[in-house]
């Protein structure tokens, strides 16, 4: 994912065009200098903000050993109790102590106020958001989408104060006038009109004309770093693009992946013979749309080395800003590849009493035109499904420039050996008995698995052996233990619900086939009716049912071929758990239930995929 608002660095000048790849020394010499600079800058500016950052990084393991010592002893009126809910990624409860909290300190207020901001309900505090200092004001107004008013709470502070005589303490005023100067360029990066200057190569020669096109890809995230759906999808689409003929190569976004956390990366990764280039300057430019510039220019030097004929990039508009900026200091065409629909993913991202807000916020307006208006730059737009097609035809993207290239199936799931559920819980060591019903995910709210453990819970006390398994990892999933043992599916020894948490890459497909249906159970939200998800194809790949919230992302990604019910519905789930469960126990009702295809048939290939992208860059190039 981009970088956070507001993320701390500072600027530096960018080393002229290399001519090969910098020796390994110097690279981590940069990677420590970059981690160094951003850690620094954060502690002199928000020490507390750093700390609860950091500890929120650590693995589900060590915070749960960290949430254990901070709340050891706390009080009830302590906000050390609601700290300790946060550090174990449950808000909820975080919420519920912080609103029993009276501290009397200093910076127990402002614990307070970071927790109350991190969990988004700093009407919590006591007094109300109002009585927090100026920066969590400016912070919560920016979280909740209002960006105007976010600045004009730092400006009133600076106007209140004698600063400009000297008034206020130097690294307040300092990191006042900082924070307004992050949000301030922020702003204006989304705002209508904005642009980048033309970022050209000194000595550009042009690109290097061959049969099939070259290929230059700017993407956020990558494997090996990465395992998200994005960094997968970006790795299979490149893998198709070598087998269609195409000579791609990948750029990712400045200072990654040494600003997540690996310190120890290099300049480049080869996976499976894809090529993955890390921009790793030794500082980053100090606001988001420095920063942008920044990007463009180390973007232009790869650019130079790889004269590509096309450049593509995928959401958000950021990227799509920085590619522009190079294709045209590069007279280059440049395809923009929207995954998701990142206004609606940032609703999602809010509490659920403020999604009203949120919709009708300044931000989501902003976001949702400036996606818009990139699109409507660029030479040919990819898009996930027929919804975004008609969602961005109706915002005024010419329908002749939208190409749907939806998420596919792999290979090796084409290719896996056939095992039955039974077969396949043997080799996990689960209990090969009962209707296993579960996901392979990453672990977030709006997914809905909390509906599934209801679900699974009432089929239970409905006589069914009903038995779940949710695979992944993320912010969820300690809320999801909590609620599975409150609901009595877990236990020593009980084999009813497993959360085993991240698996290796490899036992992925075991655990799609230990399952008897897939339930994908998301949430009604905008960004879930909108935004197809990958997983569901590879179960119905596998031959496996599937049952789904009735989205329309979902019943599109389904084809039709899933067994639906009302989002957030865990009765009506779970009558449809029971349904398959006596299905597979009856021939005749089995033939009653037609909600897969045979395993593969009629789904979308990589290959299919890296066909159509091929067509799409003979045509712009």
């Known amino acids: 994912m981009a970088e956070p608002p ?19 020394a110097l690279t981590r010499l940069r990677a420590v200098s970059l981690l160094a600079d951003t850690a620094a800058r954060h502690m002199a500016e928000d020490p507390l903000l750093l700390a609860l950052q950091s500890a929120r990084r650590l693995p589900h393991g060590a915070r749960a050993a960290l949430s254990g010592a901070v709340g050891a002893g706390a009080a ?60 969590i004001q400016a912070r919560d107004l920016w979280s909740r989408g209002h960006l105007d008013e976010a600045i004009g709470a730092l400006d009133a502070v600076l106007a209140r104060s004698p600063s400009s005589r000297g008034g206020l303490p130097g690294r307040s005023h300092h990191s006042i006038r900082a924070a307004r100067a992050r949000l301030s360029a922020e702003l204006a990066t989304m705002s209508p009109g904005f642009a980048l200057p033309a970022a050209p190569s000194p000595g550009w020669q042009g690109p290097l004309r061959s049969a099939a096109p070259r290929v230059l890809h700017l993407l956020t995230n990558s494997v090996p770093h990465t395992q998200s759906g994005y960094a997968l999808r970006s790795h299979h689409l490149l893998l198709a693009q070598r087998r269609a003929g195409e000579e791609p190569r990948a750029v990712t976004r400045i200072g990654y992946p040494v600003t997540v956390g690996r310190a120890g990366a290099g300049s480049r990764d080869v996976v499976d013979g894809v090529e993955y280039h890390r921009l790793l300057p030794s500082r980053l430019a100090p606001t988001p749309a420095a920063r942008l510039a920044q990007t463009a220019r180390l973007l232009a030097q790869q650019v130079a080395a790889f004269r590509p004929e096309v450049l593509h990039t995928t959401t958000n508009y950021a990227n799509a800003l920085v590619v522009s900026a190079v294709a045209r200091g590069h007279d280059l065409p440049w395809v ?24 009708a916020s300044q931000r989501f307006a902003l976001l949702r035109a400036k996606e818009a208006e990139m699109a ?21 993207v010419p329908a002749e420039r939208i190409t749907v290239v939806p998420n596919a199936v792999e290979g090796e799931v084409l290719a896996a050996e056939p095992l039955s559920p039974a077969q396949a819980r043997a080799r996990l060591g689960l209990p090969t008995g009962g209707f296993w019903v579960g996901s392979v995910s990453s672990l977030v709210d709006y997914e809905g698995f909390d509906v599934l453990l209801r679900a699974v819970a009432l089929a239970r006390a409905q006589g069914v052996d009903a038995r779940c398994a949710i695979v992944g990892d993320g912010v969820s999933r300690p809320g999801l233990l909590a609620l599975a043992q409150d609901l009595g599916l877990l236990g020593p020894g009980s084999g009813i619900c497993v959360l085993p948490g991240r698996v290796p890459a490899g036992q992925a497909l075991g655990w799609y086939q230990a399952l008897d249906a897939f339930c994908a159970p998301r949430r009604d939200t905008p960004v879930c009716r909108m935004v197809t998800p990958l997983k569901p194809l590879t179960a119905q790949a596998l031959g496996r049912p599937v049952i789904a919230s009735d989205l329309p992302a979902l019943v599109e990604v389904t084809r039709g071929g899933g067994l639906l019910f009302p989002a957030g519905d865990a009765g009506a789930l779970a009558a449809r758990i029971r349904l398959l469960a006596q299905a597979g126990a009856d021939g005749a009702a089995a033939r009653a239930v037609h909600i897969t ?25």
């Open 376 to 396: 409507r730059q660029a030479d040919a737009v990819i898009v996930l499904s027929a919804l975004q097609r008609d969602d961005l035809v109706a915002r005024g």
């Open 76 to 135: 009830d009126d302590s906000p050390r109790a609601a700290l300790a809910a946060l550090l174990a990624d449950r808000p909820a409860l975080a919420a519920r102590a912080l609103a029993q909290a009276r501290p009397s300190s200093a910076l127990g207020q402002r614990l307070a106020a970071e927790i109350a901001l991190a969990v988004g309900l700093t009407d919590l505090l006591p007094g109300g958001a109002g009585a927090a200092p100026a920066r």
């Open 336 to 359: 923009y590849e929207m995954r998701g629909m990142l206004e609606y993913t940032w609703v999602a991202s809010r509490p659920p009493e403020q999604q009203a807000e949120a919709l």
């Open 6 to 24: 507001g993320h701390r660095a500072c600027f530096c000048a960018l080393p002229p065009a290399p001519s090969a790849a910098p020796p390994a």
């Open 597 to 621: 295809p045979s395993a593969g048939s009629g789904l979308p290939t990589w290959e299919e995929n890296g066909m159509a992208v091929r067509a799409i860059h003979e045509e712009v190039r």
